[in-house]
């Protein structure tokens, strides 16, 4: 079973646009598919179509049962793939904040250093290179963290690590 996403292709060398129906399948389809128990990593690379990919995932995090998210967050192209209010997307990620740690994975010159927010010294077994940064829940996290990106017209990985839960 093939997943995709419908969009428009760009041919770079005659600049001419094509588009391409391809089959697709909702996260919460395939999981619900493959009855899967606990998932530990789930990598989101969609070049800006993740909001779309965490909204067909919906019963999935209501479930909780992944361990890792790693989304790659373009949300310059936003509006471009459909999401007409950032506002989406930012209550998407405050949801996840109430069960995982969102963690800044960066390896560029821009440093959330400035900001102020956490260093992670991170004792799982995501050993990437660069710094990380713990995310803010409210209004000193991602709504700075995106204004930022989409100033920049670059995107950002962010890593969202579970929370332990605590046993009594």
């Known amino acids: 079973m093939s997943v995709g996403v419908s969009r428009s292709a760009r041919n770079q060398t005659t600049q001419q646009v094509k588009d391409k129906t391809v089959q697709s399948v909702s996260i919460d389809s395939l999981a619900q598919i493959r009855s899967y128990k606990k998932i530990l990593i789930f990598k989101i690379d969609t070049e800006g179509a993740e909001i779309g990919v965490l909204l067909s995932s919906q019963k999935l995090l209501a479930r909780k049962r992944v361990e890792h998210f790693i989304i790659e967050i373009i949300n310059h192209d936003w509006k471009d793939l459909g999401v007409k209010d950032e506002r989406i997307g930012l209550n998407i990620f405050y949801n996840l904040q109430k069960d995982y740690i969102a963690i800044l994975l960066n390896n560029e010159e821009y440093s959330a250093e400035i900001l102020g927010w956490p260093v992670d010294d991170g004792q799982e077994f995501l050993d990437i290179v660069g710094s990380r940064f713990i995310i803010p829940e409210g209004e000193n996290g991602f709504p700075i963290l995106l204004e930022n990106r989409k100033h ?17």
Do not use: E
């Not at 920049?152 to 009594?168: A, D, E, I, P, T």
């Open 152 to 168: 920049k017209q670059r995107g950002c990985n962010v890593w969202f690590r579970k929370k332990k839960q605590l046993l009594y």
